[in-house]
């Protein structure tokens, strides 16, 4: 998946640029992370998230790489000095979906039927709607986890749509969850570029590939995050839409094994996308107790 992310960014570069047309001008330089090398646990127990970007964030300050391609939800809402978000490519599908041996949608699934899934977010939303499933931790890649399926090993998987898009496998999918059946992970579906601040010239030719409004729905849900602090220890779910020229942004906090969940909404200038995204997790944290995981 990884590779086939950055593989799209540097076609979009060269589609951008005649100067890097060139078969060589744009080289991939594979990174593996702590956070593909440790598949046996689950992020929570090992870190975190940064786990999928502290090897390749070194490697940008060390000047051994110029860009950096990640998966927008695995990044942290704070970045290390000297880094930004250089670029946001046009958004993804957000949606989950879930993949049945059966063919049936979750709601047929029998009590006590073994759903997969890495997701604390997805946990509990499906305990909260299912509280008689059993909700077990898988982890791997996309054929991987399609292959446990396969196996028997559980009977659903939980999975991005958009994951599944780019590797060509959407047909899996038995059905497309909506964001009231199953709301999705902070800027889940976005491509981010991670670049030097100092690299004016770098951010330059990145500026083709940014698309706006994608970057305004992420910078909300991202702001949201971090007014709650919010880490892979939490589920934590959002998602902003845009209409015109208004931004609206749902988000939901839930307790571990669904038994509580907040909810908030907000709604404004799309110019005001951090403000809006803060005042939600200001709001949303504001009462939220022990259940949540606040003191």
């Known amino acids: 998946m990884a590779l086939y992310q950055a593989g799209l960014v540097r076609d979009r570069l060269r589609q951008a640029h005649a100067e890097l047309a060139a078969e060589d ?14 598949q ?30 990640h998966s927008l939800k695995d990044m ?16 993804d599908d957000p949606r989950d979906v879930a993949v049945t041996r059966s063919g049936a949608p979750l709601a047929a699934l029998p009590a006590g039927a073994r759903v997969g899934t890495a997701s604390l977010r997805r946990r509990a939303q499906l305990l909260r709607q299912r ?37 060509g496998k959407a047909a899996v999918a038995t059905e497309i969850l909506s964001p009231e059946q199953m709301l999705p992970a902070v800027a889940q579906g976005a491509l981010a570029i991670e670049c030097r601040s100092a690299d004016a010239e770098l951010r330059e030719l990145l500026a083709p590939l940014h698309d706006a409004a994608s970057a305004a729905c992420v910078a909300a849900e991202r702001a949201m995050l971090a007014a709650l602090d919010g ?61 949540f995981g606040f003191d």
């Open 131 to 167: 509280g008689d499933l059993s909700v077990v931790p898988i982890r791997g890649n996309v054929g991987t986890r399609l292959d446990k399926l396969a196996a028997g090993e559980v009977e659903a998987l939980v999975l991005a749509l958009c994951g599944l898009q780019r590797l």
């Open 40 to 69: 046996t646990r689950l992020l929570a127990e090992i870190g975190g998230k940064g786990l999928f970007t502290k090897e390749i964030e070194e490697a940008l300050l060390d000047r051994r790489i110029d860009l950096a391609v």
């Open 231 to 291: 880490s892979c220890r939490t589920p934590i779910a959002g998602l902003a839409t845009i209409e015109g020229d208004r931004l609206s942004l749902e988000a939901l906090l839930l307790a571990l094994d669904g038994s509580a969940e907040r909810r908030g909404r907000s709604e404004g200038a799309v110019s005001d996308a951090v403000a809006l995204g803060r005042e939600l997790g200001e709001r949303l944290r504001q009462g939220a107790g022990t259940e």
């Open 25 to 38: 001008a744009v080289e991939l330089v594979p990174i593996r992370t702590t956070g593909d090398r440790v």
């Open 76 to 91: 942290e809402t704070h970045l290390p000095a000297g880094l930004e978000i250089g670029c946001v490519l046009p958004r």
